[in-house]
């Protein structure tokens, strides 16, 4: 387990549990909003920051359903038939790994080779793509989608059919293993919501400027910082009760 279980909790770690056991005891129930997040910022003591990040987390396990502008509701938790349970998901934590490692590669590649041999339809495709990410920001799941299109566009600019075909198979395969969750890990904030657009316009930057090597370091840079967060709300989910798998590669 590498330590995981024994380090000390983060605050929104804290809050999040707080938060789990009201539900959970019945003293707030499926349908009850939610104190503002200011309101849950000044009960725990806590920074805005760290009551957002809680309730994402919460969000992304689905026990609560924010929506934009009109606050946070209480979820019954049922179960999704197009979804892996979650203890099921986290079992194979190390193959979803895997492909976030492949991606990773695959994609610093298509930025590089997007900036050699994109064309002008290419460009005005591309730059559409991240308007398009920027008209949806406040809305998790078509912020997803305008992400995903984005990747696709990104390996359509090669003009390489093995890529653009590696790139939408390997675009599924994480949907599948990441749907529901990917939505609420990355664009719950409206902050993450921006630094995501902006690393997106950096790459597109660096592609229209037909420098490879920047491209390719932005891709590169970008995707880290995703399997950062990705590895952070693993390492969250492994402490739901009941949930003991071996965490490799951490």
């Known amino acids: ?16 549990n707080e938060l789990k056991r009201e539900i959970a005891e019945g003293r707030v129930r499926p349908g009850d ?21 809680a309730l994402s987390a919460l969000k992304a396990v689905g026990m609560l359903d924010i929506r934009q502008g009109g606050g946070t509701y209480v979820r019954a938790r049922e179960p999704d038939p197009a979804s892996p349970p979650l203890a099921e998901w986290i079992a ?8 976030v490692e492949v ?20 460009e005005a495709d591309l730059r559409a793509a991240v308007d ?20 696709l566009r990104l390996a359509e600019a090669t003009h390489n059919p093995l890529l653009i075909e590696l790139t939408r198979s390997l ?8 749907r529901h969750t990917r939505a609420a890990w990355f664009y719950a904030d409206r902050r993450s919501a921006e630094q995501l657009l ?11 400027e037909r420098d490879e090597n920047l491209a390719a370091e932005r891709m590169n840079q970008h995707l880290a910082a995703v399997e ?17 798998v071996p965490f490799t590669n951490a």
């Open 198 to 208: 902006e690393e997106h316009a950096g790459i597109v930057q660096a592609v229209l």
């Open 171 to 178: 675009s599924t395969q994480l949907h599948h293993h990441m």
């Open 92 to 99: 194979n934590a190390d193959s979803l790994l895997q492909l």
């Open 132 to 151: 398009r990410m920027r008209e949806v920001i406040a809305d998790e799941v078509a912020g997803e989608q305008a992400d995903t299109a984005f990747h």
């Open 103 to 122: 991606r990773r590669v695959l994609e610093t590649g298509n930025a590089s080779l997007a900036a050699r041999h994109c064309t002008d339809a290419d």
């Open 33 to 53: 909003k939610l104190p503002s997040v200011v309101e849950l910022a000044e009960r725990f003591g806590v920074g805005r920051s760290t009551v957002r990040e």
């Open 228 to 244: 950062r967060v990705l590895r952070d709300h693993l390492r969250d989910a492994i402490r739901e009760p009941g949930i003991r």
């Open 1 to 16: 387990m590498n330590g995981v279980n024994n380090r000390p909790l983060k605050s929104s770690e804290w809050v999040r």
